[in-house]
């Protein structure tokens, strides 16, 4: 007589065994080193000709492994449905592996948060970097982003093109923004989760008001300020200190108090960017009072025109390569492949747990493939 299978969550495997587990799906080399963040954790992999690929799989703790599962689904549907655009990140390929649905993604050169004290890193380049960021996030919206809810240098990906084309004109822009982690997006409208990063977070955020396009415009400002002070907070103090985890600082910064006083006295930047009319543009968008932040649309022209009078041809690049990124996100993507893979996952995991409820939430039917294409 068989005894009963037991079948074993993936979260319980030795991270060793589960290097090898993504390996033998995808075919890649060894382990590069992972990183965990608050939704799930990265494995990255050496993929050749000089490239990494990386995969994500979701946290299951404090989660249980259907409750993990099903939070990376809606992560990965709303993904989806904000595809396609050059500046921001989308994964290639989803997958199983027992009870834990996958997603691999291109791994991209650093991420913001590597580079914002990178003197390489240059006052323009950053400037391009800022008009590239709000081009996503402008496109995002339009998709369906109502607030990304913890968008910090982190969760910012970038791709240095200079890494992958030859002959590029002589230009400091050449640094383009990947916006990535989507776990945490739209929260608030869907079930009243306000929270994010403390640092980060807008004044609606804390006082758990509506969040919109006037929240990306604060963290825009926010970003703006931490970039070209090449490393400050506006409440006026460094990050890095906060990012290296020291001792006091790190408490600190995660505690409520803090931001509320600097909420309270109206969040004013405490120093200068040396650009009196970026400085207040920063003010502007660092407003406490939604309504009177700039569009994202007037951000990006002031970013823009502020990189036309240190170099116009940086600002000429720049400007090519926005509506670029804006055209090809309009032309035709072939996303039905990928559909038919992320729905093999939804399926897969609506049998494994039992739960026919997860095929009418996150099932991507064919005329929504056609409508997203």
């Not at 199983?96 to 913001?112: E, G, K, M, N, V």
């Not at 590597?114 to 006052?123: C, G, K, M, Q, V």
């Not at 409440?235 to 006091?248: H, I, L, M």
Request: one cysteine or more; glycine letters at 6%.
């Amino acid at each position: 007589m068989l005894s009963e299978t037991v079948l074993y969550s993936f979260h319980d495997i030795p991270p060793e065994l589960q290097q090898f587990l993504f390996r033998a799906r995808k075919g890649v080399g060894d382990c590069l080193g992972t990183t965990a963040g608050f939704s799930g954790r990265i494995f990255r992999f050496h993929a050749g000709t000089g490239t990494e690929a990386c995969v994500k799989v979701p946290l299951a703790t404090p989660a249980t492994a259907d409750e993990a599962a099903t939070r990376f689904l809606r992560e990965l549907r709303l993904q989806r449905t904000m595809y396609y655009h050059q500046f921001v990140h989308w994964p290639f390929d989803f997958d199983l592996i027992h009870d834990a649905p996958i997603a691999w993604f291109r791994f991209w050169d650093s991420d913001l948060a590597a580079l914002i004290e990178d003197e390489s890193f240059t006052f323009e380049g950053r400037l391009g970097m800022l008009a590239y960021l709000a081009a996503a996030l402008d496109h995002c919206h339009m998709k369906g982003l109502v607030a990304h809810q913890d968008l910090k240098p982190e969760n910012v990906f970038v791709q240095d093109l200079r890494r992958v084309a030859s002959g590029l004109p002589d230009a400091s822009i050449w640094r383009i923004p990947k916006l990535a982690d989507f776990g945490s997006v739209n929260l608030a409208s869907e079930c009243g989760e306000f929270g994010g990063t403390n640092a980060y977070m807008a004044p609606e955020q804390w006082r758990r008001t509506p969040l919109g396009r006037h929240t990306s415009v604060w963290s825009l400002g926010l970003i703006a300020y931490e970039l070209l002070t090449f490393g400050h907070h506006p409440v006026g103090q460094p990050t890095r200190p906060w990012r290296n985890r020291a001792s006091g600082v790190f408490n600190r910064w995660q505690k409520k108090k803090m931001w509320l006083k600097w909420l309270d006295g109206g969040c004013r930047p405490q120093g200068t960017v040396g650009d009196a009319d970026l400085d207040e543009l920063i003010r502007r968008c660092l407003d406490p009072e939604p309504a009177v932040r700039p569009l994202i649309a007037g951000f990006s022209a002031e970013i823009l025109a502020a990189l036309r009078r240190r170099s116009p041809t940086d600002f000429e690049q720049a400007n090519f390569r926005i509506f670029h990124a804006q055209d090809v996100s309009r032309s035709n993507h072939d996303w039905p492949y990928l559909d038919y893979r992320f729905n093999s996952v939804v399926a897969a995991v609506a049998e494994r747990f039992s739960d026919p409820s997860v095929l009418d939430r996150y099932l991507i039917s064919e005329e929504e493939t056609a409508a997203l294409a």
